[in-house]
């Protein structure tokens, strides 16, 4: 005689058809792995933390796997019905994030899951709260920032690539924001939005907001490090796309704040006045700091061309250079990172 404890809910072989039987019992059968060692206790978030969390069971595969880059990512086995695109899931105590569009194969519900490796703190636009979301980070300073770099002021150039749900007060997150994100809460980067990507990840209603972020500074005057909000105690001047000068100034558009050692960098000049652009007559432009590090190699009426030395020693080096428009009598700095290829 058959033990009960290793038999799955009995079967009733009465159409003739297997695809009967399987269609009436494959859940039921799913329904027990999920209660076996297999599975296990999670808790669904809708959109946000705020959200009245759903206590079920799942099973998470792909734990292991001898790629590094695979490790942030997991696969979820949840009931039919259970999951959306854009959701939390709280997991042996570790936050994911439903990536992808859901879909079953009439025995259990399938998605992809990424792992929260930072939770966002801001001013929330609808309450004007503090708010935490959890969220998905990947470096991108190898890739486009969306927007051309201008330079009003020396600043850091690394780029983030940030995923959180959408929602109604994501949404409303728009070019200029700035968030902290780092693990020195002594001095913490700044980082601001410069491209919403509201579609790439859109699953109907549902789905993820990608946002590109480049470093920003951080500011004293207005971020809170305790809490980790930047534009807690108000809105700072460097929240805005764009700084912008009274009077005259000279703007610089380089291809990046970098240069790889032995290659070089275009940057463009011009002059504005209260923000718009006039004519330039002229300028200077000379190495002020690093002129061992790399040459202006040449020069025309609304640019120049600088080369960083061929010399593996200076990568990590800074090169400083200024340009004036003595008419005006005004001059602006750019600096510049000596970077290997890797």
């Known amino acids: 005689m058959s033990s009960d404890w290793y038999l799955m809910t009995r079967p009733l072989f009465d159409s003739g058809y297997e695809s009967d039987e399987f269609t009436l019992f494959a859940q039921d059968g799913f329904e027990e792995v999920l209660e076996s060692f297999l599975g296990t206790d999670v808790a669904i978030y809708d959109s946000k933390l705020s959200d009245t ?76 709260e503090v708010v935490t979301y959890p969220a998905y980070i990947i470096n991108s300073t190898q890739y486009n920032s969306g927007e051309t770099a201008k330079t009003y002021m020396t600043i850091g150039t690394s780029q983030n690539l940030i995923y959180v749900p959408y929602n109604d007060e994501t949404i ?117 700091d690093g002129d061992e590090y790399a040459t202006i190699e040449e020069q025309s009426e609304d640019g120049f061309v600088v080369r960083a030395l061929k010399n593996k020693q200076n990568i990590g080096q800074e090169v400083t250079i200024r340009v004036t428009n003595q008419t005006n009598s005004i001059h602006q700095d750019i600096v510049f990172e000596i970077r290997g290829w890797y």
């Not at 709280?90 to 992808?100: D, E, F, H, R, T």
């Open 53 to 128: 969390p759903v206590q079920t069971r799942a099973i998470i595969q792909n734990i292991t796997t001898d790629v590094i880059n695979n490790s942030n990512q997991r696969q979820i086995l949840c009931r039919i019905g259970t999951l959306r695109c854009g959701q939390y899931v709280l997991a042996n105590g570790v936050y994911w994030i439903v990536c992808s569009k859901p879909d079953n194969n009439q025995m259990y519900e399938k998605a992809l899951l990424w792992l929260c490796k930072y939770s966002l703190k801001f001013m929330s636009p609808k309450t004007h």
């Open 172 to 288: 409303m997150l728009d070019h200029g924001t700035r968030f902290l994100i780092d693990k020195n809460t002594v001095t913490p980067t700044a980082f601001r939005i410069t491209q919403v990507d509201t579609t790439s990840y859109s699953v109907g209603v549902d789905g993820l907001l990608q946002w590109s972020v480049m470093e920003s500074v951080f500011d004293p005057k207005t971020d809170n490090k305790e809490l980790m909000v930047a534009d807690y105690y108000g809105i700072s001047e460097y929240t805005a796309n764009d700084q912008v000068d009274t009077g005259y100034s000279i703007v610089l558009e380089a291809d990046s704040g970098y240069i790889i050692y032995g290659e070089t960098n275009n940057v463009s000049v011009s002059l504005c006045n209260n923000g718009s652009t006039v004519e330039l007559d002229s300028f200077t432009c000379e190495i002020i």
